[in-house]
Every structure is written in C-alpha cells, then in structure tokens.
C-alpha cells in the first residue's frame, strides 16, 4: 500500500491566500506521513521571485517526500527559472514501492492555458515506459484534461489533452493526478482514475466550493481517493483496478 497527499493551488502570494489553511494542512499533512506529497501547480499567483521564496518557506516545512509540477501561475514573468532553482526539473520521475510516477510541466510562460506539447512526448514516452512490469503507473500535470463540473466556463484545458490521453491510455496509466480548477473532482476515464485536487488553501472557490486536498491510498488491487476538507467531511471514491500486466 503506498499513500500520496495531493495538494494543488496553495497561490501563497495571492489576496485569497489563507495562512491558517497552510498551517493546517501542514499538520495533517505531516501526521499523516504519506509516501509522498504531490503538489500540482499554481504555488504562487505571479511567479516573482520573492512569491518563490513564501512557496520555499512554506513548502520546506512538509516533513514528507514533495513531488511539484509548476502550474500556469507560476511561469508568468519567467518564473519558470525560479521553480527550477528552488524546486527542480519541471519535468520528474518518481519511484515508489510498485508505484512509477512521471510528472510533466503544463505550463506556458504568461498564458493561461496549457499543454505539454510535440517535443516533449518523447520524453514522456521514455518516461512511462521506464516503469517496472505491474507498476501502477500516475501521471501528474498542472491543467485538467477533462472538463470539471462546477467550474464554470469550460477554458484551460490542455490544448493537446487528446494527444495525451491516447498517451496515457496507451501506457496504461491508472491515475493521473491535476489541479488548475480548484474544483476537487474525480472521474473515471477508460481505466483510468483522474483526480483533480481543489484548492488547499485559499478562499478562491466557486460557487460553495471549499478548500480541499486529496488523500490517496494506492494497491495493486484498487486505488481509494479522499477529497477532505478542513470541517473533517470528506467525498471518498473506492476504484478498483483491472491489471493489464500481471505483476
Ligand atoms: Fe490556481
Ligand atoms: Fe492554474
């Protein structure tokens, strides 16, 4: 069993910023000990060096493994060189216990809109092929793939998400793991589990919307997905996995 915690959005420079959110997901976040913290995107609201350094502060005080993709936020003004100084490649495998993990950056300097784009598939291809035989494999990028309900005008969605999901289905990914929205939501697409992470701390919501983050609990048998919120309700999915590759 490995967990992940998957967080989206925390925007820590922005008006909506909510600091006591932040505290709090810190704490629940380092109590639960996860496997790894998965935070897709949108760290800050301009992407200017002092807005990394907040992101820095706060990020550093997770006591668990972080995975972090750069969301469209954060590559306004060219901050896509401070993510790197301070967070790494924008392009990232991970290895879990039978977990293979092959994050992407979706992001476009000073657009809104995403896509991963042609001349990274090979490197995406190379990527996911990397896994082990029975690996669940999880994809994470900033922008959704699919639409979200309750989020308004449908816009943002990654330009090439057609492309890309053939490329996921194709390597039998089974969870792909975004944000952008700040909609928690899940669906289900051909075998896959998409999970997209609300907002995990700020009061930039929609309609009744409420801050979130996800929990994930990941076997070779099923895949369980919490949406929590800070009131301690949580929206949970059950998805059992159909093994195309016998372990
Ligand atoms: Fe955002
Ligand atoms: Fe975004």
């Not at 039978?98 to 598939?121: F, K, M, N, Q, T």
Request: aromatic share 8%.
């Amino acid at each position: 069993m490995v967990r992940i915690c998957h967080i989206s959005d925390i925007h820590v420079s922005s008006r909506y910023f909510q600091p006591e959110l932040m505290e709090r997901l810190i704490k629940d976040v380092n109590d639960a000990a996860p496997d790894l913290l998965v935070l897709s995107g949108d760290l800050t609201e301009r992407g200017l060096a002092f807005e990394y350094e907040q992101a820095r502060r706060w990020t550093d005080r997770f006591g668990v493994p972080l995975l972090v993709t750069p969301g469209n936020h954060d590559s306004r003004n060219v901050g896509y060189v401070h993510f790197e100084e301070m967070y790494g490649s924008r392009y990232s495998v991970v290895r879990l216990p039978g977990v293979h993990i092959v994050a992407a950056d979706s992001s476009e300097p000073d657009l809104d809109e995403g896509r991963i784009g042609r001349s990274i598939y090979p490197w995406l291809h190379e990527a996911l092929d990397a896994a082990e035989p029975g690996d669940l494999k999880v994809f994470v990028t900033h922008h959704h793939l699919l639409p979200v309900p309750g989020a308004g005008r449908e816009r943002n969605i990654l330009q090439d998400a057609g492309d890309l999901l053939k490329v996921l289905v194709d390597h039998g990914v089974e969870l792909v793991l975004n944000g952008h929205k700040h909609v928690p939501w899940v669906w289900r697409f051909e075998e896959m589990l998409i999970v997209n992470a609300g907002t995990a701390t700020t009061n930039r919501l929609r309609g009744k919307g409420r801050p979130s983050y996800a929990a994930l609990q990941l076997s070779r048998e099923s895949i369980t997905v919490r949406h929590k919120y800070y009131d301690g309700s949580e929206d949970r999915l059950h998805h059992p996995l159909k093994r195309r590759t016998p372990a």
